[in-house]
């Protein structure tokens, strides 16, 4: 008769936040897990926004669900905002302590005659240069305007240390789509667990994040 083994098996604390956000302007629910495979379903009323969402889940491997309700008749400024908000909020959640994460990621994505190269620190501590421009006012019904509020909204809310450049291109939909691809890509790389360390939060400091007065050593 075979002996009976037990063997404690460690599961991975799941990396999963809903995030619930309203205001007078939008309902926003959005829900993230970062292990996921790149399952989304996403409604934001605004076409253009959720084939975008759906190309940084894909990209990224993380799962997103999200429902926004915005006050779209005025324009799509608050919902495309709020949507940046509402799910770096949840990632950041998700991300917890951030320890064990890789912290930093890059990608340089090519899309036709288009490149566009995205490198950031999942450092918590917000910050974003956006060195895209675009030579049509509008994607769809999308003022291309927003793509940088919502970059902002997310980096600030994530905690994310994100650049992005595109280095060259033509077609406005393929410059935009080639800066989610790269941040979905980065984000990626970045929030990884790293085998080798998966124990420690990634910084000499002991903690992420900002809030050190001299700035120093993060
Ligand atoms: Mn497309």
């Known amino acids: 008769m075979a002996e009976a083994k ?61 429902r926004a309700k915005g006050d779209l008749h005025i324009d799509f400024h608050h919902t495309t905002e709020d949507v940046g908000i509402a799910l770096g909020e949840a990632v950041s959640k998700a991300l917890g302590d951030r320890k064990g994460i890789v912290r930093y990621g890059e990608a340089t994505i090519p899309m036709d005659e288009t490149l566009t190269r995205v490198a950031l620190d999942a450092s918590n501590r917000p910050y974003l240069i956006w060195k895209v421009n675009f030579t049509r006012p509008k ?3 999308m003022d291309t305007e927003l793509f ?66 001299d700035g120093q050593n993060v």
């Not at 063997?7 to 205001?23: E, G, M, N, Q, S």
């Not at 959005?30 to 759906?54: K, R």
């Not at 992005?164 to 890509?185: P, Q």
């Not at 984000?187 to 080798?196: E, M, Q, T």
């Open 139 to 141: 994607l769809g019904d």
């Open 148 to 213: 940088k509020e919502w970059f902002q909204a997310f980096a600030q809310n994530a905690g994310l240390t994100l650049h992005v450049e595109n280095l060259y291109g033509e077609n406005n939909h393929h410059i935009v789509e080639s800066s989610f691809k790269a941040l979905a890509r980065s984000l990626r790389a970045s929030i990884a667990i790293d085998p080798r360390k998966a124990d420690a939060i990634p910084s000499t400091k002991g903690v992420l994040g900002g809030g050190s007065a």
């Open 6 to 66: 037990s063997a404690v098996v460690v599961l991975p604390v799941a990396r999963r936040a809903t995030v619930k956000r309203a205001t007078k302007e939008t309902q926003i629910e959005a829900t993230v897990n970062l292990d996921g495979t790149g399952v989304y379903d996403v409604h934001t009323g605004i076409g253009f926004l959720d084939h975008m969402m759906e190309q940084l889940s894909r990209h990224s491997l993380i799962d997103i669900h999200l």
